[in-house]
């Protein structure tokens, strides 16, 4: 089944040590976003790539960084995560404006 | 500032009854509206969605309407059954510009038998 894949579904890192989230989809969208869900909370929107383009929110903290090597592939990194970093990182995907998003499971970061 | 707003964190229905979710937003530029339904430990999944030229739009047990000058929309499921119960999350967008949806705080559905 066409889907997009978060891994891994649970990380726990420590303060302060850089860590990589990642996420793959077999869909062929060309938009690919990462959203920060903490509990009771919106998710917010953190970056978005429109395929090669990166586009990044206004707020987004520099400590978050992301890359997207191909179409399948899109990675978060958090160069130094804080406590406050701990929270529900969903990865999505679309085909564009006006098209739906299919999330991935989510990847629950402990920071420690 | 919150664009995208759900009133009610939490919502009980008994099995059989209709169940209303409510969401209200304030930018007037979004023009698309779309239900997730999340379970716990699970990624936010599409359930139904509508466009600012409808008012209503229904698929099976759900039923989705949209009141533009309120900037009010509102899910019914009916009848409610208990695998239901999960957190139901309101997104919108602006189809004209960037295709990124902007959430609500959720309401977390109870279905009781």
């Known amino acids: 089944d066409a889907m997009v894949i978060q891994n891994p579904r649970y990380q726990v890192t420590q303060f302060g040590k850089p860590v990589t989230l990642s996420c793959s989809q077999t869909?062929?969208?060309?938009?690919m976003y990462w959203y920060q869900q903490k509990s009771s909370q919106a998710p917010k929107l953190l970056f978005h790539?429109?395929?090669?383009?990166?586009?990044n929110e206004a707020d987004t903290p520099d400590n978050f960084q992301s890359r997207r090597p191909n179409t399948s592939f899109c990675f978060l990194d958090i160069r130094s995560p804080g406590l406050g970093d701990a929270a529900m990182y969903l990865c999505?995907?679309?085909?564009?404006?006006?098209?739906?998003?299919?999330f991935g499971s989510g990847t629950r970061l402990t920071v420690v | 500032d919150q664009q995208v707003k759900q009133n009610s964190p939490s919502l009980s229905v008994q099995e059989g009854r209709i169940s209303i979710l409510n969401c209200d937003y304030t930018?007037?530029?979004?023009?698309?509206f779309l239900w997730y339904k999340k379970y716990p430990a699970e990624g936010p999944t599409f359930l139904i969605s509508?466009?600012?030229?409808?008012d209503k739009n229904e698929d099976g047990r759900f039923t989705v309407f949209l009141n533009k000058s309120a900037k009010h929309l509102s899910l019914h499921i009916v009848p409610s059954q208990p695998g239901d119960s999960a957190v139901y999350f309101c997104a919108a967008t602006d189809t004209g510009t960037a295709s990124k949806l902007t959430f609500g705080t959720g309401t977390r559905l109870q279905v009781t038998l």
């Open positions: 999505a995907t679309s085909r564009g404006a006006g098209d739906g998003y299919t």
């Open positions: 509508i466009s600012s030229i409808k």
């Open positions: 869909l062929n969208h060309n938009v």
């Open positions: 930018n007037s530029m979004f023009d698309y």
């Open positions: 790539y429109y395929d090669k383009d990166f586009n």
